[in-house]
């Protein structure tokens, strides 16, 4: 049976967490509220009852087919691709907070602000998960994330990261967009005023050179001062909802040393991720495809249980998946034949963009891939908003 109690699950979790604290992680527990313990204790321990199904923005839009032809739809309530292909939501949801750092209402995905606040508080009342990315614009040159084409911050003597940092040009500037981060955070509460808990996934993929905070445009010490200087302002904001995922990218492979090179520590990090999606190259067939991300999928999660346990932390692939789903039994040979191997938490898939027809991650009402989504739906180990609830 699929079905987990999960209020018994999370003491019996809770009990075990507690008998192997050291000093420094009861600090670090101190400043967590109870909710954000459970969600942690949730995390730590679900993996033996199978992995949890994630999805970007799954209640905010979405898409479906209807007599070949592609249509979106924005917010409605209750509403869910994931939920019209196999009757469920996904037990975990993701939310991108980028733009609340400069006060806008829309976030860069022109989501309102108000909705997502209230997305994450109705997928928390339904029994599921809520965590937050944060694709934050470049605080030097006003340009977004990603620093390919930016110009001003590529050709500036000093670093975005080094000028956010403290003696940096920016880092009073920087302070005002973490205390806009941090309102929105404590923002998100349920109608008896509490803070409901958030997986936060700030830095991400920071292996790769895509982002402003990646490997080539910051040191290793600068890397672990940002999230110092991010955990500093949350903490102080009070914010003790969080839980906070480290996710490199597929850079790292097999190897520890990469994967940990920027390390913030055991007391700043609650769970171990990688982010993984499947491409092909130019005139590469699907099989191959497959065969190359399984291959390299399962060498990272093999060292990343190993880091995780030395670590003493859960781990999870904090985003997956192939553009567009283009091979149809992806779900069951692809994404299940690489998560079941592995204790991990949860495996997330990411947005489906509405009227785009490539950037998709999850099936919708008439995707060639429902047949083998529901297949998956259906394995007893993949779990879903209905497998962690308490009925
Ligand atoms: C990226 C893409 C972007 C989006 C960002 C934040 O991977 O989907 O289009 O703006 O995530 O959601």
Redesign the pocket.
């Known amino acids: 049976m699929k079905f987990i109690q999960f209020t018994l699950f999370t003491v019996f979790a809770l009990m075990n967490m507690t008998s192997c604290l050291d000093s420094e992680k009861t600090a670090a527990l101190n400043r967590r509220s109870l909710r954000a313990d459970s969600l942690l204790a949730h995390l730590r321990f679900s993996s033996s009852n199978g992995y949890m199904f994630g999805h ?2 799954a209640t905010l839009y979405g898409r479906e087919r209807v007599n070949g032809e592609e249509r979106s739809w924005t917010f409605t309530e209750g509403r869910c691709d994931v939920k019209d292909v196999c009757g469920d939501y996904p037990a975990i949801i993701s939310f ?1 907070l ?1 733009h609340i750092e400069i006060g806008d209402s829309l976030s ?2 022109f989501v309102p602000f108000d909705m997502i606040r209230k997305e994450m508080v109705a997928h928390y009342r339904r029994g599921g998960i809520v965590t937050a ?1 944060w ?1 934050l614009n470049n605080p030097l040159s006003g340009g977004s994330s990603w620093i390919e084409n930016d110009t001003v911050a590529l050709s500036s003597k000093e670093s975005t990261v080094a000028s956010i940092l403290e003696g940096g040009s920016n880092h009073n500037k920087f302070q005002v967009w973490l205390s806009r981060l941090a309102d929105f955070l404590n923002s998100v509460k349920t109608e008896d005023g509490e803070k409901i808990p958030i997986l936060f996934r700030p830095w991400h993929e920071h292996t790769g050179n895509w982002f402003w905070w990646g490997a080539s445009h910051c040191t290793p010490e600068q890397y672990v001062d940002l999230w110092k200087m991010t955990r500093k302002a949350l903490d102080q904001s009070g914010a003790d909802h969080l839980i906070y995922a480290y996710s490199p990218g597929m850079e790292c492979g097999g190897d520890s040393a990469i994967y940990l090179e920027r390390y913030p520590g055991n007391d700043l990090v609650d769970l171990l991720g990688v982010d993984a999606y499947e491409y092909l190259d130019e005139g590469m067939s699907l099989e191959d495809g497959n065969a190359r991300y399984a291959e390299n999928l399962n060498t990272i999660l093999s060292m990343l249980t190993a880091v995780g346990q030395k670590h003493d932390k859960p781990v999870a692939v904090t985003e997956m998946g192939f553009e567009g789903i283009p091979y149809e039994r992806w779900w069951t040979e692809v994404a299940d034949s690489i998560l079941s191997k592995h204790p991990v938490a949860y495996g997330l898939v ?2 489906n ?1 509405k009227g785009d027809v490539t ?1 998709h991650y999850a099936p919708y009402p008439g995707h060639s891939s429902v047949p083998d989504f529901i297949e998956f739906y259906n394995l007893e180990r993949t779990l879903f908003l209905k497998d962690i609830c308490k009925k």
Do not use: E, F, I
């Open positions: 970007h923005d991108d980028g860069l995905d990315s694709h990411w947005r963009v950037h």
